[in-house]
């Protein structure tokens, strides 16, 4: 292990613990991949900050990818060249569970990932994707920007991270290869959900046989017949080729897609201020803008995933009943047990400051 993160910390060309990253001239410099971050930074006269982000997702030809480069361009012109964004996706640099050690260690600088993955070094995380809890991504960003950012945020700072950006975009849905008219079509079905415990015990809750694995072997075992469906956003049916091997999507909408970025705390603390308050802007923007666009997109990606012969369709309501009655209360009352009753509590006395004042916004 301590190689590979040796080799991490090599990749990542300007994250060392102390300097935060590398500097050299304004252009990015053509130099091998397991170059130091010191050897960057004696390498040019002018200093040029270069942060790097590293996510497992595919986000090639897909909206977030397409904002992702677009901001990244936009962050290289308001700081004239003097910050750059390096981005590593598709798992470069490793698992998701690689990654939080990583950020927390200081080997990588930058992560995206959501907070399922986190709760391996921050146990406060798995509270931010509670199934059933949120009726829209407005509510939840109403929630962590005005409620609940500074409480998360303790948690994180405490196992050496800043949280610098957290939202919600999008649903995550069940996609099958066979139809689910009924809760009886989810008894025993062979789900894959993430390596989290509070998911498995949220689906089995449900009835499904749900088991856990890395989201690159799905797939594969949905073409072998070991599992029959799993849950993610509408568009991974695309950008991972999921309607090669699944032609039933159902809008669950049980839970939100949350996208958390992070730095490790050291690191964010070396930037000046002005380079804080323009990664926080980039990050923000970025976020507030997929956020817009997302129902759009997804549209779109009905439209197409129709057109190759995918069903789409509303969960029944009996399944929409049990992810209330159910799914969430036995997420809640684990993680009353693994957090504490405090903890639990103000998190969802503020959840429910946030619905109200949602529902006065509309």
Request: aromatic share 8%; net charge negative.
């Amino acid at each position: 292990m301590k190689r590979k993160k040796w080799r991490l910390a090599g990749i990542c060309l300007g994250c060392t613990l102390l300097a935060a990253c590398g500097k050299g001239s304004g252009k990015e410099p053509a130099v091998p991949a397991e170059t130091t971050a010191e050897t960057v930074q004696e390498s040019g006269e002018e200093e040029t900050v270069y942060l790097s982000m590293a996510t497992t997702g595919n986000w090639s030809d897909i909206l977030r990818g397409n904002l992702w480069d677009e901001y990244c361009r936009k962050l290289t012109d308001w700081s004239g060249g003097k910050l750059v964004m390096r981005s590593y996706f598709n798992g470069a640099l490793g698992n998701d569970l690689e990654l939080i050690e990583g950020v927390a260690e200081g080997t990588l600088c930058i992560i995206n990932s959501v907070p399922s993955y986190q709760i391996s070094v921050v146990p406060e995380a798995a509270l931010l994707d509670v199934p059933g809890l949120f009726e829209s991504p407005e509510e939840y960003n109403i929630f962590i920007e005005n409620y609940y950012m500074d409480t998360i945020q303790s948690f994180y700072q405490a196992k050496g991270i800043r949280l610098l950006v957290s939202s919600a975009f999008d649903f995550r849905v069940l996609t099958s290869n066979t139809p689910i008219r009924s809760m009886q079509d989810l008894k025993d079905l062979k789900l894959r959900t993430m390596e989290n415990k509070y998911h498995i015990a949220f689906w089995q809750a449900m009835g499904a046989s749900a088991m856990s694995m890395s989201f690159n072997q799905v797939s594969l075992a949905i073409q072998q017949g070991f599992l029959q469906a799993q849950e993610n956003p509408l568009g991974y049916m695309i950008s991972s080729r999921l309607s090669e091997v699944q032609d039933q999507v159902v809008r669950t909408n049980h839970e939100l897609m949350v996208s958390n970025f992070l730095m490790n705390e050291e690191q964010y603390q070396a930037l000046s201020e002005e380079n804080k308050e323009m990664l926080q802007r980039f990050l923000e923007e970025m976020s507030r803008e997929l956020v817009q666009q997302q129902p759009t997109e997804d549209a779109m990606l009905s439209e197409i995933l129709q057109g190759e012969g995918i069903r789409i369709y509303d969960a029944p309501e009996d399944i929409r009943r049990a992810i209330a009655e159910k799914g969430k209360p036995v997420v809640l009352d684990l993680l009353r047990d693994d957090l504490g009753e405090e903890v639990v509590e103000d998190f969802l006395e503020k959840v429910e400051q946030a619905k109200a004042a949602y529902r006065e916004r509309n």
